[in-house]
């Protein structure tokens, strides 16, 4: 260990040799100074790392008080002894009061140094506690702001025992800010309360028991949809709780109402959907099979009434043939009307059951080049072609796989109906289209056609649904329908673009490889 480094102020020259003899005895280091003025005093104060200061009773100029004085200005905390001839009571109580550490007898030299000694032990002391105290005081302030600006309440307790050491109850001692917010209840109405008094409602015993076995364990523990309140006011926490020491524990919670609510809302929204989901599934199986039902009846009434109605139809030429002469005007009219609405219905029925096979026929599905599909419905539309003079162009068109004669089908119908559509003695010119696209080929067929207004634009692929008398563009509106259901079936989508008079482009996406919709 150094020695002791002791500031020896004296201003008779004999004394201060005594007293740094005596110390010297003692093991330590000392250096004389002899301080004429206050000045001088403090700049050696300053000046060198004293760990005690021994002086004479009075300097020329000033005295031990005001030495005391001098070294409590400089914050120095260095203990100071006096050594006198002799010292009053008086005087020693003054000097006491001023802070002096001891007083040693000039004929007793032989205590300085132990006096030395425990001054400095002492002041040692002193600043350890200061330091320690100064110490409690940042870590105070700190617990202060972190109270102060936790968004989680927090509250401390202290443990209220019985005679067997079990928690029966705890006391307040700390309430954030947060605290006052989540619970409405401030400060000074829970500081030094017990829990009957913070928690009245039944939720006490739940959190007691809680803690009480936190504090018996010393495992924090995390206690979830902790409902406190009571209805309008209820409130739903997640607290966790820690033990500080054997008698005092620390509560964490925060307000966790509105997420629960929030996520009980979702959850019954949910459950809602699927209950809708599984209707809407009902409702579906329900049309669908009402539509199968359907079908089947429309296959089998056109497939059934045709072989009547061609008998009624034959007959009617029989009849006419045979009564050719005999018949006057009006009934010539009259069988005339009948065989026209015979024919007519012979049409419907014929489309009726190709609307039907085109639903209702199973998909042989092949890789094909569409060319041949348009060529082959081409072919059947030849006679009219020729009789119309109609141009046609044709793209370059994909392989796709499909089911050929679906979509022969579907091109003969959007082709025969831009020969149609078309003002009287204008030459049809018809262009098979092939655009890309980022989800594949766009297919279709374009016209120099009469167009169509953009509100029947949908509604022309429903069955039965056309825009003229039959007196000026023969039909039964089917055609359409037939496409839309072939394109359907291969998972695709069926669309005109269309502007009066401009003409039509009938456009459209096949998907084979989706799922196709069996309608
Ligand atoms: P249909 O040809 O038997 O009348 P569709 O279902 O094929 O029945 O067509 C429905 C209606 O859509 C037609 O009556 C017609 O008014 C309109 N339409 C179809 N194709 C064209 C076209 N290329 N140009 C103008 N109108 C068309």
Redesign the pocket.
Known sequence: MEPLRALVLDHDLDDAELTIRSLKQGGMAAEWLQAETPASFSEALQGGDWDVIVTGLSQSRFDAVAALRLVKESRREIPLIVVAGSIDEELAAALLRAGAADFVSRSRMAQLAPAVERAVREARQCREKHRAEEEIQVLAERWRLLLEHALDGVALYQAIRDSQGCLTDFRCLEWNRAAEGILGRGRDKVLGRTSREIFPGPERKRLLSHCARMMATGISDLIEDFSIGRQEQEKILDISCFRLDAEHFVTLFRDVTERKRTAEGLRQFAEEVARVNRNLEQVNAEIERRNRELEEFTHVASHDMQEPLRKIASFGDLLARALRDKLDSRSSQYLALMQDGARRLQTLLRDLLTMSRAGRAPLRIETKPLEECVRAALELLSARIQETGAVIHLDPLPSLPVDATQICQLYQ?LIS??L??RPAEAVPEISITCEDSPDGPVLGVA?N????EPEYQEK?FEAF????PRET?E???????VCRKVVGRHGGRIWVE?RPVAG?H?KFVLNPNGRAEEN
């Open positions: 119908n109906n831009a149609k559509f016209d056609g009469i167009g169509i022309i649904q056309r825009l003229h563009y039909g039964s509106g089917i055609g359409l329908a269309s039509s009938f």
